[in-house]
């Protein structure tokens, strides 16, 4: 006995939902293990890096620090956010928020990665010269080390960048330390 049409229908509609169904929860729970992971590593990357910088602006602070004034700091914000878009979302897609030059760098391989590395050090630059604490510091800097390793995974590496958003995250939390600090 051949099952009718209606029945392979509904047996092939039912696969359908269900297969959209799993994919929807698989990659719900793929993002939650990655964003897991790749806070650890900003952790562990952070807490690293933050004695060094707190030891060099002990070191500043004995020498006298510089302040800068209100039109340099606007300049620099300015800068920052320039960098952010332009590394992360230069061009805006609905889903992803937007593709940046930290994609594109990343279609080539070693040298990509550190193009994209040395321009978004501007950024951890930027937030030095603004007077950022080290505990800040240290994470910008991980976040990048993050951006750079995620990157380097070939293939994937690239929609890794497009999600993860080094340079944007890395200007809000700039623009929050900035605003709590006032």
């Not at 169904?21 to 698989?26: N, S």
């Not at 940046?100 to 994609?103: K, P, R, T, V």
């Given at each position: 006995m051949t099952p009718s049409f209606d029945t392979l229908f509904w047996i092939a509609a039912g696969a359908i939902v269900i297969g959209v169904?799993?994919?929807?929860?698989?990659r719900v729970y793929a993002f939650r293990i990655a964003g897991g992971v790749v806070r650890a590593a900003e952790r562990g990357v952070a807490a690293t890096i933050a004695p060094g910088l707190r030891a060099t602006q002990r070191r500043d602070a004995a020498r006298g620090r510089r302040v800068i004034d209100a039109a340099t700091e606007r300049r620099y914000i300015a800068q920052i956010d320039t960098l952010a878009r332009l590394m992360d979302r230069l061009v805006p897609l609905p889903v992803v928020g937007g593709v940046?030059?930290?994609?594109v760098f990343g279609l080539f391989p070693v040298a990509g990665d550190v193009a994209s590395m040395l321009v978004s050090s501007v950024v951890i630059v930027r937030a030095a010269q603004l007077g950022a604490p080290p505990e800040l510091l240290s994470r910008l800097l991980a976040m990048q080390v993050v951006d750079v390793a995620l990157g380097a995974v070939p293939g994937l590496g690239d929609l890794l960048d497009i999600g993860y958003q080094a340079d944007r995250r890395s200007a809000a939390?700039?623009?929050?330390?900035?605003?709590s600090r006032s």
């Open positions: 169904i799993v994919m929807v929860v698989v940046g030059l930290d994609a939390l700039i623009k929050e330390w900035l605003g």
